[in-house]
């Protein structure tokens, strides 16, 4: 059994025995995941164990990670995992070594005021919102299983314990560099870079330039990310450095939420009340995480920081051109035209005046009925006009082109409402409504008749919700 991050000593986390919940019940679990990780053998019962951190990972001990973090703009010196441990690492189907991490598993080193635990909702939340960003095609850590107790944990109200572990392949974060940059430890600084190096991208190991490339790699990565986020209408809601990957995968659900009315500014984290994470702030916001991640890694970076900063600043451009790819293909586009922006700029303002429907509206477009969902149609008409123009320049049947839409825009997104109602199910013990969310958010692109009321305009009420940082 290998635990690769825990080998690399005391500096970089800590032993920790997983506290485990009262009368655990397994939620939900993940087939494709289990599969991947060759886990097909575990029962029920043993998942259930897993999870719950009765059942160690073979002979393998535990360990809570340690990482600093840029919190809403200010730097915090610790953080560290304060409620989830690095429980080991498992081969991958494919070859590659997956980090098995266990939320909500008890108090740890790095627990400061918090109590250690996860509740049922949030738990849901970042369970099933992994996978359904998976399938949307967009990096993220994986979702193995989910499950509840009896524990009664307390937040605004009492509630119970839950607990899942999720799969990726590093929770090495910005934060984990930060941490090691800004207390000075540079000996271990360049020991967590050439760890990173050596498990994802060994082929740089001899290489001088190695960390040079690694942060070239991290700018790059969050720089689709994002790109992919903004194209999905997905928000994140809490984009501190700690909560940002090395590899460039979302990690960390909190507040998350996918836009429902069109609006630019949204702010899905009810807490954060500047706005700094707003749905049209996150690609800043991006830059300003790798400005952060270059700051710490200069002690290491042998070229020093005029390197640096050219290498940071590939990050609009990474991300402004895969956005407009995404983009065009929502629209059905393959190739760039200069005045592309003049013509997909004002069916935006119009979508904002209007709050219409970001996901309804692009299936709609591509299928041809968009008019349906707009107030002024003649607006819409006029704009669409023109729309048509420029596809014909492009001179693809319009069959090729509905296809290609209907594969870059989803039916079926993981709203707040319906995470609403499957969690207000199973904090009443019926856990049926995420097993089938999960399922329906595995084939996002594909008509399901059968789930038709899944890809609904939200209720009204679902614009009441208010969704926090951690819970
Ligand atoms: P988050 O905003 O969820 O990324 O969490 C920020 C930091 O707070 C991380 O270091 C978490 O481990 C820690 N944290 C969040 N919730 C709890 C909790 N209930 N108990 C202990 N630590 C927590
Ligand atoms: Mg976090």
Partial sequence: MKHTYADLGSAFSSPVQPQPLDNPELVSSNREVIEQLSLDSYSQEELTQLCNGSKPLNESSPVAMVYAGHQFGSWVSRLGDGRALLLG??????GKLYDLHLKGAGLTPYSRSGDGRAVLRSTIREYLCSEALHHLGIPTTRSLCLINSTTPVYREKTETGAAMI?????????????????????????????????RHFPQ??????????????????????????????WCHGVMNTDNMSILGHTIDYGPFGFLDGFDAGHICNHSDWQGRYAFNRQPEIGYWNCA???????P????????????????????????????????????????????????????????????????????????????????????HQKYQERLASEGRSEDEVRKGMLA?????????????????????GDYNEVQRLLDIMKKPFDEQPENESYAALPPEWAGELEISCSS
Avoid: C
Wanted: hydrophobic content about 45%; charged content about 25%.
């Fill in 89 to 94: 690492e498992l081969h991958g189907a494919d």
């Fill in 166 to 198: 999720r799969v990726a392949e590093s929770h090495v974060r910005f934060g984990t560099f930060e941490y090691f940059s800004y207390s000075k430890q540079h000996e271990q600084l360049q020991i967590l870079a050439d760890y990173v190096i050596w």
């Fill in 204 to 233: 740089w190991q001899d290489d001088e330039s190695r960390v040079e490339k690694l942060l070239a790699e991290a700018v790059t990565r969050t720089a689709e990310m994002i790109a992919l986020w903004q194209a999905a209408g």
């Fill in 292 to 298: 952060a991640l270059t700051q710490a890694l200069l």
């Fill in 300 to 383: 290491i970076l042998p070229a020093g920081q005029e390197k640096a900063e050219v290498i940071l600043k590939t990050y609009p451009k990474a991300f402004a051109s895969r956005y407009s790819s995404l983009l065009r293909a929502k629209f059905g586009l393959v190739t760039a035209q200069e005045n592309d922006n003049k013509l997909i700029d004002p069916l935006f303002t119009h979508m904002q005046e209007e709050k219409t429907d970001y996901t309804v509206f692009f299936r709609a477009l591509s299928q041809g009925n968009a008019e349906d969902v707009f107030i002024d149609r003649e607006r819409f008409h006029a704009w």
């Fill in 408 to 428: 870059a825009n989803p039916k079926y997104i993981l709203r707040n409402h319906l995470l609403q109602i499957a969690i207000d199910k199973a904090e009443s």
